[in-house]
T-cell receptor, first 115, second 112 residues
């Protein structure tokens, strides 16, 4: 069973379109994340949710809107896609205690190509 | 900005040799983690070392942490072709709930 699954794996779309990426984890974790990995392999955190509540919101354009319907799901909706949005987007989850952050479990990534 | 900087950016060794990767970070941390990423795949957690630990082992992996120098190293002994991947350090800052921030990564190639 896949612990963190995200769909789709590949997403090719035109500039200006709106698209969504879905993520689900079956690990019972409280915290979920979205990371963006650019062409140089830099990984940058975008958002983090803990028990459906937004706790980290990095400097991300408001075209990006995360939604967490329950603690097992964290979806990412992107409006008005731009060329610079092309990247690999990773979903991850972790089970954090109040004082110690534990390891992250990653999905296999969604490669987004904006043409 | 990236919390961690890794060195070297790329490393090419022969199978059987040891590989050492270094990570430097900027702020006080709660823990430091190392992850591996195979080409086209997600990241996989390798090992976690807490700020009050100095060394940790897991199989062929050895991690050290020097909080006074804000640096860590990952040693892979007796490397195998299957170790070919990118390796990232990640830090969780101290002082309450914080984000996990990744370094720039080291691309390791192990030549059979």
């Amino acid at each position: 069973d896949t612990a963190v699954s995200q769909t789709p794996k590949y997403l090719v779309t035109q500039m200006g379109n709106d698209k969504s990426i879905k993520c689900e984890q079956n690990l019972g974790h409280d915290t979920m994340y979205w990371y963006k990995q650019d062409s140089k392999k830099f990984l940058k955190i975008m958002f983090s949710y803990n028990n459906k509540e937004l706790i980290i919101n990095e400097t991300v354009p408001n075209r990006f809107s995360p939604k967490s319907p329950d603690k097992a799901h964290l979806n990412l909706h992107i409006n008005s896609l731009e060329l610079g949005d092309s990247a690999v987007y990773f979903c991850a989850s972790s089970q954090d205690t109040p004082t110690v952050g534990e390891k992250l479990f990653f999905g296999s990534g969604t490669q987004l190509s904006v043409l | 900005s990236q919390q961690g900087e890794e060195d070297p950016q790329a490393l090419s060794i022969q199978e059987g040799e040891n590989a050492t990767m270094n990570c430097s970070y900027k702020t006080s941390i709660n823990n430091l983690q190392w992850y591996r990423q195979n080409s086209g795949r997600g990241l996989v957690h390798l090992i976690l070392i807490r700020s009050n630990e100095r060394e940790k082992h897991s199989g062929r992996l050895r991690v050290t942490l020097d909080t006074s120098k804000k640096s860590s190293s990952l040693l892979i002994t007796a490397s195998r072709a299957a170790d070919t991947a990118s390796y990232f350090c990640a830090t969780r800052p101290s002082g309450g709930y914080q984000k996990v921030t990744f370094g720039t990564g080291t691309k390791l190639q192990v030549i059979p």
